[in-house]
């Protein structure tokens, strides 16, 4: 009989029986609703040993990779620890290098601590030393350089932000947790075409994404586009041309609302630009981050553009003005 | 006899009839504003459930999810007349997938049953 472990409590599973069923007769109500592994409402995560495969049933590869199941169809065979969320240990990083990427957004590359391991395109929770202030960014770095690589916008009136631009320097010591997201690449399915769109500083986890694709030897056509109001707020515009230029499968497209157009760039709205450009998004895997609203419109314009929804992973960002 | 659920192949399918039904809803302009702003993948994992529930398979219905999980939209004016439009999506989804005419007439008066508790008479 396997045993659950469960906030620090074991429960002992009967033959047979579900982790949710175990669980309620030992009186911990777990969310649930349809009870038959189709509404997802009791999805859980394995933080120490395998889910049976047919309880990931339905799931997004992604969150299958971190080990999430569904605990109303989910009959284990051998002792897990289960969870919403793991504890992360805290890391403590130097900051190697600052520099500005655009008038609005910074570069930080921080020490890669040895034990930290993540997937590119996941964040990590910034900790401000003085007073623990906290705050998600995403990595732009890959999981085997020696640095962690964040691009930080200045928000207006922005706590967090305006301290980074403002206050930390190079050879600082700066703490984080994590690393959090789903919205990252499995390797496979290489002939799958792949679309990437970000907002401003969506391009973070996308720089991860997109090289950890190409390393991956991914081989069909991948889109990134890159989205802002106006060409001052673009950045690693040369960068990015330069891995266009070097794989033929790779395409780079800047997109403004107004103003100049940048080289080999489009004019309009961000929500309707790939699908003009690439037609129908059937069989596409699709990458979004950045606005929410625009992530959220992004959502709906590639499902409805012939995307499946299992292939569609975003990572909407929330910026947190000071309150007052 | 085996269900339409065993017949279409089980939760695999099901996950198939989700994105055509969810396209056909989403599309669907006398419906969609009931769908604004919702998160699209819980929406689909509801919908699921009801697929995997009009076509017999494994569930755990009850009326009293269906009165409470659309009580917000019936406020927004929910009627007959947009049950009828997602029927007829269900319908041709169905259809789609190559389902037999008289299956699909036992799915629809499945959901047909639900018509009370989703308008919360």
């Known amino acids: 009989m396997p045993t659950i472990t469960f906030e620090g409590k074991d429960f002992s599973c009967t033959e047979g029986e579900t982790i949710l069923d175990c669980m309620t007769r030992q009186g911990v109500m777990l969310p649930s609703s349809c009870q038959s592994g189709a509404c997802q409402t009791c999805m859980i995560r394995a933080l120490k040993g395998n889910p049976p495969e047919e309880s990931q049933q339905g799931l997004k590869d992604t969150l299958k990779a971190q080990g999430y199941f569904l605990a109303c169809i989910c009959r284990p065979t051998e002792d897990m620890t289960i969870g919403l969320s793991s504890v992360s240990p805290r890391f403590s990083a130097r900051v190697l290098e600052k520099r500005l990427l655009n008038e609005t957004v910074v570069r930080i590359r921080l020490q890669r601590p040895q034990d930290f391991s993540y997937r590119a395109g996941q964040f990590i929770n910034l900790v401000r030393p003085e007073d623990e202030l906290t705050r998600s960014y995403s990595l732009a770095s890959l999981p085997d350089e020696d640095f962690l690589e964040l691009h930080i916008k200045r928000v207006p009136d922005g706590q967090m932000s305006g301290w980074v631009f403002d206050r930390l320097a190079e050879g600082d010591d700066i703490s984080f947790f994590g690393p959090a997201g789903d919205c990252f690449y499995i390797p496979g399915k290489a002939d799958q075409p792949l679309l990437l769109v970000g907002t401003g500083t969506g391009l973070a986890p996308l720089y991860g994404i997109f090289r950890d694709v190409l390393k991956h030897e991914h081989r069909a056509e991948v889109h990134l586009f890159h989205a802002s109001l106006a060409e001052a707020g673009l950045y690693l515009q040369d960068e990015l041309r330069a891995f266009a230029a070097q794989h033929k499968h790779f395409h780079y497209v800047p997109c403004v609302l107004h103003g100049e157009v940048p080289e080999g760039g489009l004019q309009g709205n961000i929500t309707e630009l790939p699908l003009k450009v690439l037609g129908s998004l059937s069989g596409y895997r699709v990458f979004l981050c950045g606005d929410p609203p625009i992530v959220n419109a992004l959502r709906q314009k590639c499902f409805l553009g012939g995307a499946s929804m299992q292939d569609i992973h975003s990572d909407p960002f929330v910026f947190t003005p000071q309150s007052s | ?121």
């Not at chain 2, 659920?5 to 009839?17: K, R």
Request: aromatic letters at 8%; charged letters at 25%; proline letters at 1%.
């Open chain 2, 1 to 121: 006899m085996s269900t339409v659920y065993e017949q279409l192949g089980g939760e695999a399918a099901i996950d198939a009839a989700v994105d055509i039904f969810y396209r056909k809803v989403l599309g669907d302009h006398y419906v969609n504003r009931f769908f604004e702003g919702v998160d699209m993948e819980k929406q689909a994992a509801k919908q699921k459930a009801f697929l995997t529930m009009v076509t017999g398979g494994p569930n755990n219905y009850t009326g009293k999810d269906m009165r409470e999980g659309h009580r917000h939209l019936v406020k927004m004016g929910l009627n007959d007349a947009h049950f009828d439009h997602i029927l007829c999506h269900l319908r041709s989804t169905l259809a789609e997938l190559g389902v037999a005419q008289e299956l699909i007439d036992t799915v629809i008066s499945v959901a047909e049953s639900t018509r009370d508790d989703v308008l919360d008479r």
